[in-house]
Protein backbone atom coordinates (compact mmCIF):
# COMPACT_ATOMS: atom_id res chain seq x y z
CA UNK A 1 0.00 0.00 0.00
CA UNK A 2 3.11 2.52 0.90
CA UNK A 3 5.32 3.88 -1.91
CA UNK A 4 8.62 3.13 0.49
CA UNK A 5 7.55 4.76 2.99
CA UNK A 6 6.26 8.05 1.22
CA UNK A 7 2.68 8.04 1.73
CA UNK A 8 0.32 5.30 -0.50
CA UNK A 9 1.04 3.52 -3.63
CA UNK A 10 -1.14 5.47 -5.99
CA UNK A 11 -0.25 3.84 -8.91
CA UNK A 12 -0.07 0.27 -7.46
CA UNK A 13 -3.90 1.41 -6.23
CA UNK A 14 -5.02 2.60 -9.89
CA UNK A 15 -3.59 -1.55 -11.05
CA UNK A 16 -5.73 -2.88 -8.10
CA UNK A 17 -8.84 -1.11 -8.76
CA UNK A 18 -8.50 -2.22 -12.42
CA UNK A 19 -8.25 -5.59 -11.47
CA UNK A 20 -11.19 -5.26 -8.86
CA UNK A 21 -13.68 -4.12 -11.35
CA UNK A 22 -12.64 -6.83 -13.68
CA UNK A 23 -13.67 -9.38 -10.71
CA UNK A 24 -17.11 -7.11 -10.70
CA UNK A 25 -17.59 -7.58 -14.23
CA UNK A 26 -17.00 -11.45 -13.99
CA UNK A 27 -19.59 -11.38 -11.20
CA UNK A 28 -17.85 -11.36 -8.56
CA UNK A 29 -19.20 -9.72 -5.31
CA UNK A 30 -16.17 -7.47 -4.13
CA UNK A 31 -15.50 -6.17 0.04
CA UNK A 32 -12.03 -3.99 0.13
CA UNK A 33 -9.93 -3.84 3.55
CA UNK A 34 -7.32 -1.47 3.76
CA UNK A 35 -4.75 -0.60 5.45
CA UNK A 36 -2.69 2.67 5.04
CA UNK A 37 -4.42 5.48 6.80
CA UNK A 38 -1.56 5.68 9.20
CA UNK A 39 1.42 5.59 6.55
CA UNK A 40 -0.99 8.20 4.34
CA UNK A 41 -1.15 10.04 7.70
CA UNK A 42 2.77 9.97 8.35
CA UNK A 43 3.06 11.77 5.48
CA UNK A 44 0.77 14.04 5.22
CA UNK A 45 1.96 15.31 8.68
CA UNK A 46 5.45 15.26 7.98
CA UNK A 47 6.58 12.33 10.14
CA UNK A 48 9.65 9.93 9.40
CA UNK A 49 8.70 6.99 11.82
CA UNK A 50 5.84 5.54 12.57
CA UNK A 51 4.38 6.88 16.17
CA UNK A 52 4.36 5.02 19.19
CA UNK A 53 2.02 6.82 21.45
CA UNK A 54 -1.20 5.87 21.13
CA UNK A 55 -2.90 9.64 20.66
CA UNK A 56 -0.27 10.09 17.68
CA UNK A 57 -1.09 7.22 15.97
CA UNK A 58 -4.72 8.09 16.47
CA UNK A 59 -3.69 11.48 15.00
CA UNK A 60 -1.77 10.00 11.97
CA UNK A 61 -4.79 7.42 11.16
CA UNK A 62 -7.65 10.26 10.77
CA UNK A 63 -5.43 12.21 8.91
CA UNK A 64 -4.14 9.52 6.67
CA UNK A 65 -7.96 7.74 6.52
CA UNK A 66 -9.23 11.24 4.36
CA UNK A 67 -6.42 10.47 1.85
CA UNK A 68 -7.11 6.65 1.76
CA UNK A 69 -9.91 7.31 0.86
CA UNK A 70 -10.13 10.31 -1.46
CA UNK A 71 -7.73 7.70 -3.40
CA UNK A 72 -9.83 4.38 -3.79
CA UNK A 73 -12.79 7.58 -4.11
CA UNK A 74 -11.06 8.99 -7.26
CA UNK A 75 -9.97 5.13 -9.42
CA UNK A 76 -13.30 3.48 -9.06
CA UNK A 77 -14.81 6.82 -10.13
CA UNK A 78 -13.15 6.40 -13.25
CA UNK A 79 -15.47 3.11 -13.68
CA UNK A 80 -18.36 5.38 -12.44
CA UNK A 81 -18.59 2.71 -9.26
CA UNK A 82 -19.79 4.37 -5.71
CA UNK A 83 -17.49 3.36 -2.91
CA UNK A 84 -18.64 3.68 1.14
CA UNK A 85 -16.19 4.06 3.99
CA UNK A 86 -17.02 0.99 6.75
CA UNK A 87 -14.93 1.89 9.68
CA UNK A 88 -14.85 -0.72 11.98
CA UNK A 89 -13.43 -2.12 15.89
CA UNK A 90 -13.14 -6.03 16.55
CA UNK A 91 -15.68 -5.06 19.51
CA UNK A 92 -18.11 -4.18 16.33
CA UNK A 93 -18.15 -8.01 15.10
CA UNK A 94 -18.30 -9.40 18.63
CA UNK A 95 -21.28 -7.78 19.90
CA UNK A 96 -24.32 -9.56 18.51
CA UNK A 97 -26.32 -6.53 17.51
CA UNK A 98 -23.94 -4.20 16.28
CA UNK A 99 -22.72 -7.13 14.23
CA UNK A 100 -26.17 -7.66 12.22
CA UNK A 101 -26.27 -4.06 11.85
CA UNK A 102 -22.75 -4.06 9.98
CA UNK A 103 -23.54 -7.27 8.20
CA UNK A 104 -27.21 -5.62 6.79
CA UNK A 105 -25.10 -2.26 5.97
CA UNK A 106 -22.25 -4.15 4.13
CA UNK A 107 -25.02 -6.90 2.12
CA UNK A 108 -26.83 -3.91 1.25
CA UNK A 109 -24.11 -2.02 0.18
CA UNK A 110 -23.09 -4.96 -2.14
CA UNK A 111 -26.94 -5.30 -3.53
CA UNK A 112 -26.67 -1.48 -4.66
CA UNK A 113 -22.99 -2.46 -6.74
CA UNK A 114 -21.28 -0.19 -4.38
CA UNK A 115 -17.95 -1.38 -3.03
CA UNK A 116 -17.76 -1.27 0.53
CA UNK A 117 -14.18 -0.26 1.61
CA UNK A 118 -13.37 -1.58 5.15
CA UNK A 119 -10.33 -0.45 7.57
CA UNK A 120 -9.92 -0.29 11.84
CA UNK A 121 -11.63 2.80 13.28
CA UNK A 122 -7.77 3.47 14.59
CA UNK A 123 -8.92 6.65 15.73
CA UNK A 124 -11.16 5.23 18.97
CA UNK A 125 -9.59 2.29 19.63
CA UNK A 126 -7.51 1.40 22.43
CA UNK A 127 -5.61 -1.79 22.07
CA UNK A 128 -6.55 -2.56 19.04
CA UNK A 129 -4.39 -0.06 17.10
CA UNK A 130 -1.10 -1.70 18.86
CA UNK A 131 -2.28 -5.34 18.39
CA UNK A 132 -4.80 -5.12 15.90
CA UNK A 133 -4.81 -5.89 12.01
CA UNK A 134 -6.41 -5.55 8.73
CA UNK A 135 -5.30 -9.69 8.07
CA UNK A 136 -7.87 -10.64 11.33
CA UNK A 137 -10.14 -7.73 10.09
CA UNK A 138 -10.39 -9.16 6.61
CA UNK A 139 -11.13 -12.53 7.96
CA UNK A 140 -13.52 -11.11 10.54
CA UNK A 141 -15.29 -9.73 7.76
CA UNK A 142 -15.68 -12.45 4.98
CA UNK A 143 -17.17 -14.29 7.87
CA UNK A 144 -19.75 -11.27 7.87
CA UNK A 145 -20.66 -11.57 4.64
CA UNK A 146 -20.22 -15.35 4.16
CA UNK A 147 -17.57 -14.78 1.60
CA UNK A 148 -16.55 -17.95 -0.53
CA UNK A 149 -12.86 -16.57 -0.07
CA UNK A 150 -10.67 -14.44 1.80
CA UNK A 151 -7.73 -12.99 -0.68
CA UNK A 152 -4.63 -11.07 1.35
CA UNK A 153 -2.18 -9.35 -0.48
CA UNK A 154 1.34 -8.80 1.31
CA UNK A 155 5.17 -8.25 -0.09
CA UNK A 156 5.91 -11.79 -0.24
CA UNK A 157 4.84 -14.55 -3.18
CA UNK A 158 3.37 -16.33 -0.55
CA UNK A 159 3.58 -18.18 2.70
CA UNK A 160 7.24 -20.16 2.27
CA UNK A 161 8.53 -23.07 4.72
CA UNK A 162 11.10 -20.47 6.04
CA UNK A 163 11.58 -17.08 5.37
CA UNK A 164 12.73 -16.43 2.02
CA UNK A 165 14.49 -13.16 3.13
CA UNK A 166 16.93 -15.10 5.10
CA UNK A 167 17.12 -18.49 3.81
CA UNK A 168 17.79 -18.62 -0.31
CA UNK A 169 16.40 -22.47 -0.22
CA UNK A 170 13.15 -21.51 0.90
CA UNK A 171 9.70 -22.91 -1.03
CA UNK A 172 6.87 -21.49 -1.38
CA UNK A 173 3.89 -23.64 0.37
CA UNK A 174 1.46 -23.93 -2.77
CA UNK A 175 -1.51 -25.37 -0.67
CA UNK A 176 -2.40 -26.84 2.89
CA UNK A 177 -5.42 -26.64 5.19
CA UNK A 178 -5.59 -23.69 7.29
CA UNK A 179 -5.92 -25.69 10.82
CA UNK A 180 -2.13 -27.36 9.76
CA UNK A 181 -0.47 -26.18 12.89
CA UNK A 182 2.89 -26.31 11.10
CA UNK A 183 2.41 -23.35 9.60
CA UNK A 184 2.93 -21.38 12.37
CA UNK A 185 6.31 -21.93 12.66
CA UNK A 186 6.94 -21.66 8.65
CA UNK A 187 5.09 -18.26 8.97
CA UNK A 188 7.21 -17.22 11.70
CA UNK A 189 8.82 -13.32 11.01
CA UNK A 190 8.08 -9.33 11.39
CA UNK A 191 6.05 -7.03 9.38
CA UNK A 192 7.61 -4.22 7.75
CA UNK A 193 8.27 -0.89 9.25
CA UNK A 194 4.80 0.96 8.51
CA UNK A 195 2.97 -2.23 8.86
CA UNK A 196 0.94 -4.27 11.92
CA UNK A 197 1.16 -7.33 10.79
CA UNK A 198 3.14 -10.06 9.69
CA UNK A 199 2.69 -13.80 7.90
CA UNK A 200 1.37 -15.18 11.57
CA UNK A 201 -1.36 -12.93 11.51
CA UNK A 202 -2.22 -13.88 7.68
CA UNK A 203 -2.44 -17.31 8.76
CA UNK A 204 -4.39 -17.15 11.62
CA UNK A 205 -6.68 -14.88 9.55
CA UNK A 206 -7.03 -17.86 7.36
CA UNK A 207 -8.04 -20.09 10.53
CA UNK A 208 -10.59 -17.67 11.21
CA UNK A 209 -11.85 -17.59 7.27
CA UNK A 210 -12.13 -21.17 7.82
CA UNK A 211 -14.14 -21.27 10.65
CA UNK A 212 -17.27 -20.23 8.09
CA UNK A 213 -15.91 -22.23 5.12
CA UNK A 214 -14.35 -19.39 3.26
CA UNK A 215 -10.61 -20.31 1.79
CA UNK A 216 -7.90 -17.98 1.75
CA UNK A 217 -5.04 -17.22 -0.45
CA UNK A 218 -1.94 -15.23 0.50
CA UNK A 219 -0.53 -13.85 -2.40
CA UNK A 220 2.17 -10.91 -3.49
CA UNK A 221 -0.15 -7.90 -4.35
CA UNK A 222 2.61 -6.43 -6.88
CA UNK A 223 2.29 -9.82 -9.19
CA UNK A 224 0.78 -8.36 -12.57
CA UNK A 225 -2.26 -8.70 -12.98
CA UNK A 226 -2.79 -10.88 -9.65
CA UNK A 227 -6.04 -10.80 -8.79
CA UNK A 228 -7.54 -11.65 -12.62
CA UNK A 229 -4.58 -14.54 -12.66
CA UNK A 230 -6.14 -16.15 -9.60
CA UNK A 231 -9.37 -15.89 -10.95
CA UNK A 232 -8.82 -17.64 -13.75
CA UNK A 233 -7.49 -20.73 -11.85
CA UNK A 234 -3.85 -19.79 -11.80
CA UNK A 235 -1.58 -21.31 -9.02
CA UNK A 236 -0.20 -18.38 -7.42
CA UNK A 237 0.66 -18.03 -3.90
CA UNK A 238 -0.15 -20.52 -0.55
CA UNK A 239 -4.27 -21.73 -0.68
CA UNK A 240 -5.21 -22.26 2.40
CA UNK A 241 -7.84 -24.57 2.66
CA UNK A 242 -10.96 -24.97 5.37
CA UNK A 243 -11.48 -28.33 6.75
CA UNK A 244 -15.17 -28.06 6.43
CA UNK A 245 -17.80 -26.45 3.35
CA UNK A 246 -18.52 -23.29 4.00
CA UNK A 247 -22.72 -23.79 4.91
CA UNK A 248 -21.86 -26.28 7.46
CA UNK A 249 -18.92 -24.75 9.06
CA UNK A 250 -20.41 -21.85 9.45
CA UNK A 251 -23.85 -23.80 10.98
CA UNK A 252 -20.96 -25.24 13.02
CA UNK A 253 -20.27 -21.84 14.23
CA UNK A 254 -23.52 -20.84 14.74
CA UNK A 255 -24.71 -23.59 16.76
CA UNK A 256 -21.55 -23.77 19.10
CA UNK A 257 -20.27 -19.83 19.27
CA UNK A 258 -23.21 -18.31 21.46
CA UNK A 259 -25.45 -19.19 24.68
CA UNK A 260 -29.44 -18.89 24.52
CA UNK A 261 -30.32 -15.68 25.83
CA UNK A 262 -34.23 -16.81 25.08
CA UNK A 263 -36.87 -19.08 23.37
CA UNK A 264 -39.45 -19.18 20.69
CA UNK A 265 -42.33 -21.71 20.58
CA UNK A 266 -43.19 -21.86 17.26
CA UNK A 267 -46.35 -23.59 15.69
CA UNK A 268 -46.79 -27.01 13.95
CA UNK A 269 -46.33 -25.13 10.79
CA UNK A 270 -43.29 -23.47 11.26
CA UNK A 271 -41.51 -26.67 12.63
CA UNK A 272 -42.37 -28.19 9.44
CA UNK A 273 -41.01 -24.85 7.29
CA UNK A 274 -37.53 -25.09 9.20
CA UNK A 275 -37.46 -28.77 9.28
CA UNK A 276 -38.58 -29.70 5.95
CA UNK A 277 -38.34 -26.75 3.42
CA UNK A 278 -35.01 -25.03 5.20
CA UNK A 279 -36.65 -21.69 4.94
CA UNK A 280 -36.63 -18.80 7.41
CA UNK A 281 -38.28 -18.17 10.81
CA UNK A 282 -41.02 -15.77 10.26
CA UNK A 283 -43.04 -13.84 13.54
CA UNK A 284 -46.33 -15.31 11.96
CA UNK A 285 -45.02 -19.12 12.73
CA UNK A 286 -44.30 -18.13 16.74
CA UNK A 287 -47.01 -18.54 19.29
CA UNK A 288 -44.85 -17.06 22.34
CA UNK A 289 -41.59 -16.09 23.38
CA UNK A 290 -39.49 -15.53 26.43
CA UNK A 291 -36.43 -13.82 27.89
CA UNK A 292 -34.86 -10.82 27.36
CA UNK A 293 -32.87 -10.99 24.66
CA UNK A 294 -31.34 -8.62 22.46
CA UNK A 295 -31.15 -8.37 18.29
CA UNK A 296 -28.46 -10.68 17.41
CA UNK A 297 -28.65 -12.89 20.31
CA UNK A 298 -28.88 -16.64 20.16
CA UNK A 299 -32.91 -17.98 20.74
CA UNK A 300 -33.69 -21.82 21.37
CA UNK A 301 -36.37 -22.41 18.76
CA UNK A 302 -38.62 -25.12 20.56
CA UNK A 303 -42.04 -26.90 19.35
CA UNK A 304 -45.29 -26.91 21.54
CA UNK A 305 -44.36 -29.40 23.88
CA UNK A 306 -40.93 -27.82 24.33
CA UNK A 307 -38.52 -29.79 21.85
CA UNK A 308 -35.81 -27.72 20.85
CA UNK A 309 -35.91 -27.82 16.89
CA UNK A 310 -33.54 -25.12 16.09
CA UNK A 311 -31.64 -22.00 17.38
CA UNK A 312 -30.42 -18.76 15.84
CA UNK A 313 -29.78 -15.73 15.78
CA UNK A 314 -32.73 -13.63 16.03
CA UNK A 315 -33.36 -10.04 14.65
CA UNK A 316 -35.56 -8.22 17.04
CA UNK A 317 -35.11 -7.24 20.58
CA UNK A 318 -37.44 -8.76 23.07
CA UNK A 319 -40.01 -6.08 23.50
CA UNK A 320 -40.75 -5.50 19.77
CA UNK A 321 -40.65 -9.62 18.74
CA UNK A 322 -43.41 -9.86 21.70
CA UNK A 323 -45.63 -7.04 19.32
CA UNK A 324 -44.97 -9.07 15.96
CA UNK A 325 -45.24 -12.54 16.60
CA UNK A 326 -48.22 -14.42 15.02
CA UNK A 327 -48.50 -11.56 12.71
CA UNK A 328 -47.56 -12.02 8.47
CA UNK A 329 -44.31 -9.81 7.48
CA UNK A 330 -46.40 -7.25 6.30
CA UNK A 331 -47.20 -6.24 8.90
CA UNK A 332 -44.13 -5.67 10.80
CA UNK A 333 -43.70 -2.07 9.77
CA UNK A 334 -47.31 -0.39 10.74
CA UNK A 335 -47.00 -2.54 14.40
CA UNK A 336 -43.13 -1.29 15.14
CA UNK A 337 -43.15 1.42 12.56
CA UNK A 338 -39.64 0.26 11.08
CA UNK A 339 -38.67 -3.31 9.42
CA UNK A 340 -35.23 -4.66 10.50
CA UNK A 341 -35.68 -7.21 7.97
CA UNK A 342 -38.95 -9.69 7.27
CA UNK A 343 -37.54 -12.77 9.24
CA UNK A 344 -37.37 -13.09 12.88
CA UNK A 345 -35.01 -15.21 12.35
CA UNK A 346 -33.18 -15.67 8.92
CA UNK A 347 -32.13 -19.18 7.61
CA UNK A 348 -28.63 -18.16 7.00
CA UNK A 349 -28.02 -17.28 10.84
CA UNK A 350 -30.19 -20.58 11.85
CA UNK A 351 -28.91 -24.05 12.32
CA UNK A 352 -30.96 -27.41 12.97
CA UNK A 353 -30.12 -29.05 16.47
Not at 69 to 91: M, S, V
Not at 133 to 151: F, H, K, R, S
Request: hydrophobic share 40%.
Amino acid sequence: MTNDGKGLDKASIALWVDQLVWLREQGVEVVLVSSGSVAEGMTRLGLTQRPRELHELQAAAAVGQMGLIQTYETEFKRYGLNTAQILLTHDDLSDRKRYLNARSALKSLIGMSVIPIVNENDTVVTDEIRFGDNDTLGALVANLVEADALIILTDQDGLYDKDPRKNTDASLISEAQADDESLDQMAAGGSGALGRGGMVTKVRAARLAARSGAQTVIVGGRIDQVLCRIRRGENLGTLLLPSQERQVARKQWLAGHLQTKGQLVLDAGAVNVLRQKGRSLLAVGVKSISGQFRRGEMVACVDEQGNEVARGLVGYDFVDAAKIIGLPSDQIESVLGYVNEPELVHRDNLVLV
